[in-house]
């Protein structure tokens, strides 16, 4: 059964066409790649992908299962502790108890650093609070944009793991990156230069 489908979808961003007939359809245990060169408009699709882009968004865009969005951006206030940060999803749902999130944060090897402030982190440290949320969440489809982004070699293995499992359970993934091809014939790539306008 399919987590999302998208139908002849078209993304403009201000008076500027990018993607124009983007066909997708991500079924459970399946992995996705958007690949393409900067400015080519992965991150548009992305956010259009997870609903949070409608403006300048043509064509139709099912969701059938829930999903959990991580922005290249952390979205995490630096004043805010790790356990801060993770009770509560940026659009103010409440995701975890602070048992599931003490698991989460020592499972993204930051067990210590629950009470210190985001800000004081590492830009690694505090994309580990980020993925943390993929082990707070229950949703079957994961839209992760640039989500190897400053992760040391173990945080990246980590992550690959994470991602297998979830696939592996029947989960879904959208993700994009400018690091090479991490999931071998599990992957597919949908090169974006086919639909740029």
């Not at 007939?21 to 992305?46: C, F, P, R």
Request: charged share 20%.
């Amino acid at each position: 059964m399919p987590l999302l489908t998208a139908s002849d979808v078209t993304i403009e961003r201000g008076d500027r066409r990018l993607l124009a007939d983007v066909n997708l359809t991500v079924s459970a245990g399946e992995i996705w790649q958007l690949v393409g060169a900067n400015g080519v408009g992965k991150t548009s699709l992305m956010r259009a992908l997870a609903g949070l882009a409608r403006l300048g968004v043509e064509g139709q865009i099912e969701r059938q299962a829930e999903l959990l969005y991580l922005g290249h951006a952390s979205a995490l206030k630096p004043s805010l502790n790790a356990m801060e940060n993770l009770r509560c999803h940026p659009a103010c749902d409440v995701m975890a108890s602070d048992d599931d999130i003490e698991r989460a944060l020592a499972a993204v090897s930051l067990a210590g650093h629950e009470e210190r402030p985001v800000g004081a982190l590492s830009a690694g440290q505090q994309r580990r609070v980020a993925l943390a949320r993929l082990l707070v969440s229950s949703a079957r489809l994961w839209l992760l944009d640039e989500p190897f982004t400053a992760l040391d070699s173990s945080g990246c293995d980590w992550l690959d793991e994470q991602i297998q499992q979830h696939v592996e359970a029947g989960g879904g993934l959208i993700f994009t990156s400018h690091q090479p091809s991490r999931f071998g014939s599990r992957q597919i790539d949908l090169e974006l230069a086919r639909f740029a306008c």
